[in-house]
């Protein structure tokens, strides 16, 4: 089994550069794509703005979210190993304590059964009520996304391949999905080739990029089958890919990392839609929204309301979209916003914000 760990390579963290691009008070307005509906790179722009938030930012908060394939309630994993839970209308509705202090990655299966992928390779999984109920290994680094039948696929460059199969028991069943040739350094290759997984509601399994110079989406049938590959891109892209490249052209020999260029992805269980969350400028968009063929129907930018003004939300981690409601997680804050939210497109008046910020992250492995 290939991972970083195997070749000793320490992680030192995410470092999160956020700057702001206009002094404070100058307003900020959205740009609109002027190409026709549904081109991969440009779409149609939604401004939607909300005041509800359903978790306070905390400066020691680490925190993922993911959607019940039910969608009966909403996930959240804090820093102190507890996943906290709220229904569909975001009320809370329980903390469930946990001792998963190093996960890296959560999802949910039909039973509202938690999974945790941890920084030591294991999978485990807790009922609703916080007891373990099975561990199994897996590989390093790996994103997950339980299927309707019980099946677990890891999403994890190992083996040459990016998609692993598990049975719900911890049986390796099948591996796929090539990895992608990048750079001629091994580790820095393998590092470029890590992703998202989400499942749809058919069983369909997409692999989302993370930190591919060229980022794309494949989608899989629940066996392993290629069904499309497309690119993403647009002006938040565009604007990450540079930042991506520099760092590229600049790393060191003895060094190993990489710009974060899509930061994640979910599935709408009712349209199966696949929503990318990216890193952007207060200028462009961070949501954006596809079919299942991989067109891109629309982007959207957020603005985080407070009695203060307005802020463009730069940073979405991570996303949960259930329906007309979008939940949004980001500086450990977790935003609830729903499409009626929408304040506008390109080119409104109302499309600004007080502070007009920018954000990009890089990660970073060393240690040869």
Not at 176 to 201: I, T
Not at 263 to 277: C, F, I
Not at 323 to 348: H, M, T
Request: net charge positive; aromatic share 8%.
């Amino acid at each position: 089994m290939t991972n970083l760990r195997r070749f000793g390579v320490l992680t030192l963290g995410l470092a999160s550069v956020l700057a702001a691009m206009f002094h404070s008070g100058t307003a900020a307005s959205y740009k609109q794509g002027s190409g026709k509906r549904g081109r991969p790179g440009r779409a149609p722009l939604t401004v939607l703005q909300s005041s509800r938030k359903l978790l306070e930012a905390s400066p020691e908060k680490k925190s993922l979210a993911a959607p019940t394939k039910t969608g009966q309630y909403a996930l959240s994993l804090g820093a102190d190993g507890s996943v906290t839970a709220f229904d569909r209308g975001g009320k809370f509705v329980k903390r469930i304590p946990l001792s998963a202090r190093d996960a890296r990655a959560l999802a949910v299966d039909s039973s509202n059964n938690i999974y945790l992928a941890g920084a030591d390779s294991v999978l485990r999984v807790f009922n609703f009520e916080g007891r373990q109920l099975k561990e199994f290994p897996i590989p390093d680094g790996g994103s997950v996304g339980v299927l309707s039948d019980g099946n677990v696929v890891v999403a994890a460059p190992s083996g040459g391949k990016l998609l692993h199969l598990f049975s719900p028991a911890g049986e390796p069943l099948s591996s796929f999905a090539d990895v992608k040739a990048y750079d001629a350094d091994a580790r820095e290759n393998e590092f470029l080739n890590r992703g998202k997984v989400v499942v749809g509601p058919s069983d369909e399994i997409y692999l989302v990029s993370v930190y591919a110079p060229l980022p794309y989406v494949a989608r899989f049938t629940e066996r392993g089958a290629l069904i499309k590959e497309f690119i993403v891109d647009g002006d938040a892209v565009a604007f990450q890919k540079e930042k991506a490249d520099g760092f590229l052209a600049e790393r060191k020999p003895n060094m190993t990392g990489g710009v974060t260029v899509i930061n994640s992805a979910a599935v709408e269980p009712a349209t199966g839609h696949l929503w990318v969350a990216l890193n952007g400028l207060s200028t462009t968009a961070t949501l954006y929204e596809y079919d299942s063929s991989g067109v891109k129907l629309r982007e959207y930018a957020l603005l985080g309301a407070s009695p203060s003004g307005s802020r463009n939300i730069t940073h979405p981690k991570d996303i949960i979209v259930d329906g007309a409601s979008i939940r949004v997680l980001s500086w450990g804050e977790l935003y609830d916003f729903n499409q009626s939210d929408a304040v506008g497109g390109a080119g409104s008046a109302r499309n600004r914000a007080k502070a007009g910020r920018w954000a990009w992250d890089v990660f970073l492995v060393t240690g040869r």
